[in-house]
T-cell receptor
Framework: AQKITQTQPGMFVQEKEAVTLDCTYDTSDPSYGLFWYKQPSSGEMIFLIYQGSYDQQNATEGRYSLNFQKARKSANLVISASQLGDSAMYFCAMRERGYGQNFVFGPGTRLSVLP | NAGVTQTPKFRVLKTGQSMTLLCAQDMNHEYMYWYRQDPGMGLRLIHYSVGEGTTAKGEVPDGYNVSRLKKQNFLLGLESAAPSQTSVYFC??????????FGQGTRLTVV
């Protein structure tokens, strides 16, 4: 069963505007972590932001914020003031408790920032 | 700190050949993972390890084997490569309750 859903295969945004990348997840574990990674065309995986399931406030890291709606099992990434360098694949991931503490990834959203 | 280093970065194999991908981390992480990335499918877990001497199967383990004889190293083996194993392979490592740190990836083509 798909545990991480990213419904937007591709997104476009104008430079300097804000954009929201959607992520929904499925888990019965009360304790979990949610992560967003960026993968530019060069291929490396860059960690952006983390939200714990018990965190009361939405996580923020510079221009990135995570809109965490626990009851809806939603963890959307908001990028403010988009830059050309934000063009990349973005992956949502979840880490559950359990033996391996494995990270489960969504299929990704390709973001293109237009000048 | 080098972080997570994968060797090699690129490789072309013929069907039936074998090879080993090496992952080394210098952050003293307990957890290590091997993923494969295919277009439209995100990253899928092949095998993982929760500590030195331990390994376990992930979502897509068939055709692969792993070993973790030393805490800092996690090896991924392909005994008899098939074209379906053409992919980009990522190694990652982590502490408990933190983000995963990734290697640069290995692009493998099986012809």
């Amino acid at each position: 069963a798909q545990k991480i859903t990213q419904t937007q295969p591709g997104m476009f945004v104008q430079e300097k505007e804000a954009v929201t990348l959607d992520c929904t997840y499925d888990t019965s574990d009360p304790s979990y972590g949610l992560f967003w990674y960026k993968q530019p065309s060069s291929g490396e995986m860059i960690f952006l932001i983390y939200q714990g399931s018990y965190d009361q406030q939405n996580a923020t890291e510079g221009r990135y914020s995570l809109n965490f709606q626990k009851a809806r099992k939603s963890a959307n990434l908001v990028i403010s003031a988009s830059q050309l360098g934000d063009s990349a694949m973005y992956f949502c991931a979840m880490r559950e408790r359990g033996y391996g503490q494995n990270f489960v990834f969504g299929p990704g959203t390709r973001l293109s920032v237009l000048p | 700190n080098a972080g997570v280093t994968q060797t090699p970065k690129f490789r072309v194999l013929k069907t039936g050949q074998s090879m080993t991908l090496l992952c080394a981390q210098d952050m003293n992480h307990e957890y290590m993972y091997w993923y494969r990335q295919d277009p439209g499918m995100g990253l899928r877990l092949i095998h993982y390890s929760v500590g030195e001497g331990t390994t376990a199967k992930g979502e897509v383990p068939d055709g692969y084997n792993v070993s973790r004889l030393k805490k800092q190293n996690f090896l991924l083996g392909l005994e008899s490569a098939a074209p379906s194993q053409t992919s980009v392979y990522f190694c990652a490592s982590s502490y408990l309750d933190t983000e995963a740190f990734f290697g640069q990836g290995t692009r493998l083509t099986v012809v």
